[in-house]
Structure formats: C-alpha cells, structure tokens
C-alpha cells in the first residue's frame, strides 16, 4: 500500500513500477547532547500491469557507519538523522543500479525533504559533503538506465512503505545481521527478497531485547545514584562522555 503517498504521482509513472521507500533515524539526534544508535533503512517493491498489488523486491538495512577504515562506509561523519536518510536513498539507488536488471521507472518514496533535496542537487551541502557526493553519484549512475521519479511521503502517517522503511531503520540500529551493499558486492538474502516471517519475528525479538538491556542499565544507574553510591552529577558527566567518544553507542548504557 501507498497510504499517503501522492497517488496521482505514483499513477502517472505507470503501471509498472519500482517503489523505493526509504528512511533513516538517529536515537536523541542530539537532543540533550544524547547521540545514540543510527540507522538507515529501504523498502523496495515492484508493480506489475496485472494489479496494483506490489510485490517486495528487497529489504535493506543498516547502521549508519562512520569509520573510514570500514568497507560499508558511505562518508558519513556522525549518526544522524540526515545522514540515516541519505544512506538509505543511496542504498536503494545502488539496489536498482547493480541488483535489478530491468529498465523499469522507479519512484524514491522519502518523508526527508532535507535528503531528497541534497540528493538531487536542488540543495547544495556545507556539511555531509562527502556523503552527499557518494549520493549523488549514484543517483547518476542509477538513472543512465531507467527513469527516476521524487515522491514525498509525509513520515509516521500511516502510510505502510513509509513505515516498513522506518520499521527497517530500527532494524539497522541493533545489532547485525544486516542486509546492504556495496560496490560489486553485499550482504544478506533480502537485498532479492521480502523478509520472512521467521526473520521478521528474529528481528522483533532482537528490538525488544535491546530496548529491555538500555532500560535495564538506564535504571541501574538511577539507583546508584539514589543510594548514593554515585554523585548524580558524575553520572550525567559520565553518560555525556559516552555520547562524546562513541556517537553511535547508546547512550543509556551508562
């Protein structure tokens, strides 16, 4: 379903069709100084001239990388939200410029107007420059093959691409497996199909725990600082210095 996505667009691209929803996030982006796990996420289906019932072609997602010495680097200098969006519309271009053989017009469904905007150059960047330009560039070699189409999806709206896109963001943002490319290679089943049930429930299980273990330590914490076995003062400093040295750590492990 396209929920609010622009019908009219999506109808005027043709009957067949290639869906790219994708997102990004960061935990806190910054709010309070707290920079947590980030995560990018694509959504991918394909339209056929029988019905108007897509089927999935793939399911990515990722962390947001930002070590340099790391083959998934993309040139991401901190988890954010905007660089979680922009390596997701990246990670859908590279999907339809080395893993789908057809010239089949495609339509990128994004909720981030900030990253469509740098992607196709109506903005230009004083910062994720790098970034921007990996983008970019396959944004150009993406469409030397096939049409691209921008359509704006308004995020959380129950539009169910956008929040499968966004469910995969979470994904991206706990540990692996993960499902992404890179040049001439990559890695997980689902960049040729739909996630499966099983997987589906893996992954579910795995969020869970993951927010139930950050919960766990968070309040740890609160009750040294109760008992006063720490100066709450240095438990704020300390859970800061964390966000510092490490931006994708969550920053409740403290």
């Given at each position: 379903q396209h929920g609010t996505a622009d019908s009219k667009q999506l109808?005027?691209?043709?009957e067949v069709q290639i869906r790219?929803?994708?997102?990004?996030?960061c935990d806190g982006n910054g709010a309070g100084g707290r920079w947590g796990a980030a995560g990018w996420g694509a959504h991918i289906l394909r339209t056929t001239e029988a019905n108007?019932?897509?089927?999935?072609?793939a399911e990515l997602w990722g962390p947001?990388?930002?070590d340099p010495d790391s083959v998934w680097y993309c040139g991401a200098?901190?988890?954010?939200n905007n660089t979680g969006e922009i390596i997701g519309i990246g990670q859908a271009l590279m999907w339809l410029r080395d893993v789908d053989e057809s010239s089949t017009p495609a339509a990128m469904l994004?909720?981030?107007c900030y990253a469509a905007n740098m992607v196709t150059g109506r903005w230009q960047p004083n910062k994720n420059i790098a970034l921007i330009s990996w983008a970019r560039r396959l944004l150009k070699e993406a469409t030397e093959g096939r049409q691209i189409h921008w359509v704006h999806v308004k995020?959380?709206?129950?539009?169910g691409g956008n929040d499968r896109a966004d469910e995969l963001v979470q994904w991206g943002k706990n540990e692996g497996p993960y499902c992404r490319l890179r040049a001439g290679d990559g890695e997980g089943e689902t960049r040729y199909r739909?996630?499966?049930?099983?997987?589906n429930a893996a992954k579910a299980g795995g969020a869970a725990k993951g927010a139930s273990d950050a919960s766990r330590r968070l309040r740890r914490g609160d009750v040294l600082v109760k008992y006063g076995l720490i100066d709450g003062a240095a438990m704020s400093m300390a859970r800061e210095a964390s966000v510092r040295e490490a931006p994708q750590a969550d920053a409740d492990a403290l």
């Open positions: 109808a005027e691209i043709g790219c929803y994708t997102d990004g996030g108007d019932e897509a089927s999935v072609c947001v990388e930002t200098e901190r988890g954010t994004f909720d981030s995020g959380h709206s129950e539009d739909g996630a499966t049930a099983e997987e």
